[in-house]
């Protein structure tokens, strides 16, 4: 793998890592992460294979995640229509327009 900003901040994000807990993730220190994002620098070998053995070990979380059940999902809704509010209330649907309470 190369890697360059792009592909490490798209670990990063794959994680859910903020750069200071990527950087603790790899042992190493935040401006060493921020200065490869930032295309300043790139990663040692020694790091590269860090960040392979990372990418590896993501790869092999999301293969043994169950695959939903398609039916198990509800729909979303025909039309955008159907999320707006009825018509003669508030966005969260607790009065009228008359101001009568529902």
Do not use: K
């Not at 490869?36 to 620098?41: A, D, I, K, P, S």
């Not at 860090?50 to 043994?64: G, H, I, V, Y």
């Amino acid at each position: 793998m190369t890697w360059n900003p792009t592909t490490i901040r798209s670990l990063m994000v794959a994680y859910g890592d903020t750069q200071e807990a990527f950087a603790q993730r790899l042992g190493c220190s935040f401006p060493t992460v921020s200065r490869w994002l930032n295309g300043h620098t790139v990663p040692s070998p020694a790091y590269c294979r860090q960040l392979d053995d990372l990418l590896a070990e993501r790869q092999r979380q999301l293969a043994e995640q169950p695959t939903p059940d398609p039916g198990a999902i509800s729909p979303l809704p025909a039309s955008p229509q159907a999320l707006s509010p009825a018509p003669g209330s508030d966005v969260d649907g607790s009065t009228t327009d008359r101001g009568d309470v529902i």
